[in-house]
């Protein structure tokens, strides 16, 4: 008799009888499970280092039970000049824990996270993304709060939803979907625009020219107003693209080469108090206006699996890291015997590739929603250790939970290194791509266009707001007026801005040259931190700067004085490379008040090398709906075509 998921748990979550039902075998290229069952025989837990440990009060799960199990691989068919794949939406009961029963999740393929889709660099891609979901959302929508301020130690911290009350209008969505493959460079009639949506029985196909350097992408579901419960139901999955210069570095491959890809969830709870592994998407709305914060569960999933391990032998490995996690930012550090191991992770890829060469973490590797970083990690001084991954928070000792800020459970998973001879085949070479050159600001065209982006608190709406500026002359301006945002940079100089657009409709969207390059400065006036994304485009960062923005008022809504230079930051490890997601905010503890907290000012200068209508926006999926612009990219003779009857806009 076949088992079922639920007599057997399959650890890539792989509800088995669907799969062979579906014949996806016979459908689709190389599919590959690579990791062992849930079930470790007594003899090989009791000969490796480590060992499960309990999980903070209340949730109800054991630490480091279950091995991380490593994604299925999906290989393109070869079809002449370009490369075939199809993959399919589906439903299906996946296992997240061994304590926890098999829950439905909407998945791809059947798995949460989907397959690990690899392709070979510069090999066209086409992708038939085929919707077989059924059912409304596997998802409970709730959410709580205090009118008389944030909770110390909220609801969130813990599963369940007793002292919620239902969000209205999630529990019945129907299983529509756009797919979205976060960091390709394609067009935008193949980007998964957000509102062409596919329903059951429809299909979704996507050319991708795969013309980018050795990387790690994602793809997800982008669907309009919803991609906060439909990409926390599972749609989410990786993809990676390789080329001869990555092949000639010899880094780490095979069982060493391991994805991470991180993900929260927080779970309902039955009658009796047992976890169901039902997810619930809680947050809390904070004081009488109900400003809503970001979603943090307590759960952290690595692959799929809440709080797994992974055996390692003491040498180097390569981690291709995802924050696939709807908002929580992952601050990441290794410890050993619960000290952080200095300069435990060498950088060698961003978002959009590989950089020059290593570069060492100083602290925590901070890895907002929506960015990836390639690192090399060497177990070799560890043989015969339990190592853990931890997530951090300024001010808090590695390691420690403090549930006000979210962190109740700060483990995310335990590396147990085996006890015998180091290998020591590989070193860390100086030069990771040679091909790879940073840029700076005087490497720039001297007439290329300059955009401003301002993120400003919680407006009438009681949401977080984008908006895009203009420049303007300051005369007769009364300060404050709304929408008005004089800056002031480090040389002294002023310049006044005026909003042009903030809702989704509204106004005319930026327009860029297809192949231009244009500078784009986000100036962020709340302390809270913003992963802003760009659809159909590429960058690299230039500066971060810290800004005195006590001078925005925030009831008019403009800035009384010029929001004023302090100092210049420091770029991190991961943001030394080609991105598609800049953190706009601190990444640390956020300090109210005039001395507290400064704002931000972030440069980056992008690249547009497709054409089409895509979007840009703030990737926490809980304000995508509200923090999103329309951007089109359009060949550069078509931007100055003159003549009467220029057309309809």
Not at 106 to 128: D, F, H, K, N, Q
Not at 248 to 256: M, R, T
Not at 271 to 295: C, D, I, N
Not at 489 to 509: F, H, I, N, P
Request: hydrophobic share 40%; charged share 20%; aromatic share 6%.
């Amino acid at each position: 008799m076949e088992p079922t998921v639920a007599s057997r748990p399959d650890p890539t979550g792989l509800n088995r009888r669907a799969l062979l039902q579906g014949g996806i075998f016979a459908g689709l290229g190389a599919l590959v499970a690579t990791a062992p069952l849930f079930a470790d025989s007594p003899a090989a837990a009791a000969a490796a280092p480590g060992g499960p440990e309990p999980s903070a009060a209340g949730l109800k799960l054991t630490k480091f039970k279950d091995p991380l199990r490593i994604p299925p691989v999906l290989r393109p068919r070869g079809q002449g000049g370009h490369d075939e794949l199809t993959v399919r939406l589906r439903t299906a009961d996946v296992t997240l824990h061994s304590e926890l029963p098999p829950v439905t999740m909407w998945t791809y393929e059947g798995v949460y996270p989907g397959p690990t889709i690899e392709t070979v660099s510069g090999r066209p891609l086409r992708v038939a993304w085929e919707n077989h979901l059924t059912g409304n959302i596997p998802v409970t929508a709730v959410d709580f709060g205090l009118a008389t301020g944030p909770s110390p130690d909220p609801l969130s911290n813990y599963p369940g939803t007793d002292g919620c009350q239902e969000v209205p209008g999630v529990a019945g969505l129907p299983p529509w979907a756009a797919v979205h493959l976060h960091g390709m460079l394609t067009g935008g009639g193949n980007d998964g625009w957000m509102e062409n949506l596919i329903g059951p029985g429809d299909v979704q196909l996507s050319a991708y020219p795969n013309k980018q350097a050795a990387t790690t992408l994602w793809y997800h579901d982008h669907t309009h107003h919803v991609s906060r419960y439909s990409v926390y139901a599972g749609l989410a999955g990786l993809f990676i693209s390789r080329n001869a210069e990555e092949r000639a570095l010899n880094l780490p491959k095979g069982a060493h080469e391991v994805p991470l890809i991180l993900s929260d969830r927080n779970f309902g709870l039955d009658a009796s108090g047992a976890l169901t592994g039902r997810s619930v998407h809680k947050v809390e709305m904070v004081g009488a206006q109900r400003l809503m914060r970001p979603h943090h569960g307590p759960y952290t999933l690595v692959n799929g699996v809440v709080w797994p391990y992974l055996e390692v032998e003491p040498r180097w490995y390569r981690f291709r890291v995802a924050n696939t996690a709807n908002s929580r930012i992952y601050r990441l550090m290794l410890l050993a015997d619960g000290r952080p191991v200095p300069g435990a992770f060498q950088v060698i890829g961003t978002d959009q590739g590989l950089i020059d060469k290593p570069v060492a973490v100083d602290g925590a590797l901070n890895l907002s929603p929506g960015e990836r970083a390639e690192v090399l990690v060497n177990f070799a001084a560890f043989r015969g250790q339990a190592l853990k991954l931890v997530n951090t928070f300024q001010g808090v000792t590695p390691g420690a939970s403090n549930q006000r800020n979210d962190l109740a459970e700060p483990d995310v998973m335990q590396f147990r290194v085996a006890d015998r001879k180091p290998v020591t085949r590989f070193a860390l070479p100086p030069v990771i791509s040679p091909t790879f050159k940073r840029v700076t600001p005087e490497d720039l065209p001297h007439d290329h266009p300059h955009r401003w982006v301002v993120l400003v608190g919680p407006g009438s709406a009681n949401l977080p707001e984008l908006w895009e500026m203009e420049e303007i002359d300051a005369a007769g301006i009364t300060f404050p007026s709304a929408g008005i945002v004089q800056v002031q940079d480090a040389q002294g100089a002023v310049k006044t801005l005026r909003r042009t657009a903030m809702s989704y409709d509204e106004g005319r969207a930026f327009t860029a040259a297809h192949d231009g390059v244009e500078t784009w400065k986000y100036l962020n006036l709340a302390a809270a931190p913003h992963p802003m994304h760009i659809h159909l485009a590429h960058f690299q960062v230039l500066s971060r700067e810290n800004y005195d923005v006590t001078g925005f008022d925030r009831v008019t809504r403009g800035s009384a004085r010029p929001i004023a230079f302090k100092a210049a930051s420091v770029l991190e490890a991961h943001e030394l490379g080609e991105k598609d997601v800049i953190r706009v905010g601190t990444a640390g503890q956020i300090v109210p008040g005039p001395n507290g907290t400064p704002g931000e000012l972030v440069t980056v200068a992008v690249r547009f090398p497709v054409v089409g209508r895509g979007v840009h926006h703030c990737h926490m999926l809980e304000h995508e709906q509200h923090m999103m612009r329309p951007l089109v990219v359009s060949p550069a003779a078509h931007l100055h075509r003159g003549g009467a009857g220029g057309g309809h806009h």
